[in-house]
């Protein structure tokens, strides 16, 4: 494919707000995570929250779009002047020749959850201030950044569980080489919701500790949530030359949410993302992980990774820092990885103690200064749904 430039990149996480906060947590090797303390959840585990999604206020044209999820996108916007680089691009392209396409597996499911528990007693009706189109609709979050960025291109929800987000890149991709577009603004917004800590407690995948991915005694996930985005752009207006050079996708369908155990379509996914940016696999510098901290998602990445690898490129998983963010882990771990890129270091897998000697791939346990010239970000969704995105310097 044809490199798109990243000219602006934004984040909203439990690290905090903005790519400065984000690169000093994982340089001091400080996790985002807390016990949980999500409304009246008391499921014993660890969550990313993002702080002050209380007090965040929506401008009043767009107050019929106020739920946690679009707060939290809002909160991710503001960050590191994106939404200024946006109008500029706008005024090069026009407002109706940039896309949004975002990921999300939730979406504003919070704000039903919330709705049934205030039914009209007698008749079981949900609230009438209860807006499906601007709330729960899992398009709500794309169309509320389009209206917020004042956008009037294509505009595309991807739910496709945790590689939702990573879709959305290689979506946009498609789009401007189509014509569809001149440009796009690609994201992940997921927050935290009963549904998916119920969801995730009933699979018994929730771990009762800080998720530890590749240790030997993991033994689940940490929900997290989070806002992330970027603007792609055929020409490189940042300086930073950092460029999306390439993205695989796969579909495997092994299993409704267990991967396949030699990590086929992680497989796929990766070849094609090298082959679609014409870069050998020795070429990566750095692998982002998708390292949910399960024990069959992460040995079957392992045995992936080895495949396609062997055991020479540096890897870690960063969920530790921010939890799984689901829908939105794509496009957080996508801006890990161009910051990585951006600053020269290889983050490190926090919270993990001692790597499964099973494993052959080469962790990364703590965060160290290092040149990275390409490095490759996984996501891999429930129902075998893989996707791969290669970044670096075109």
Known sequence: MTPLYITGLAIASALGEGTAPTVAALREGRSGLRRNDFLDCALPTWIGRTTGLEDERLPAPLAQFDCRSNRLAQAGLRQDAFEQHVARAAERHGPHRIAVYVGTSSSGILEAELAFRHREPASG??????????????????????????????????????????????????????????????????????????????????????CRPYDEARDGISLGEAAAFALLE???????????LGYGESADAHHMSTPHPQGLGAVRAMRAALASADVAAQDVDYLNLHGTGTRNNDAAEDAAVRAVFGGGVACSATKGWTGHTLGAAGAVEAVITLLALRHGFLPGTVNTRRADPQFGLRLQLRTEAHPVARAMSNSFGFGGSNCSLLFGRA
């Open 125 to 210: 009706a949900l609230p009438a201030d209860l807006s499906f189109r601007h709330t729960y609709n899992l398009y709500s979050v794309s169309d509320f950044v389009r209206q917020r960025l004042g956008l009037a291109g294509p505009a595309c929800v991807v739910s496709s569980a945790c590689s939702s987000s990573a879709k959305a890149f290689a979506a946009a991709a498609r789009a401007v080489a189509a014509g569809l577009c001149d440009a796009a603004v690609v994201g992940g917004v997921e927050t935290l919701c009963l549904t998916t800590l119920h969801g995730f407690a009933s699979l018994e995948l929730l771990s009762a500790q800080p």
């Open 234 to 244: 055929p020409v490189d207006r940042s300086g930073d030359a950092l460029a999306l």
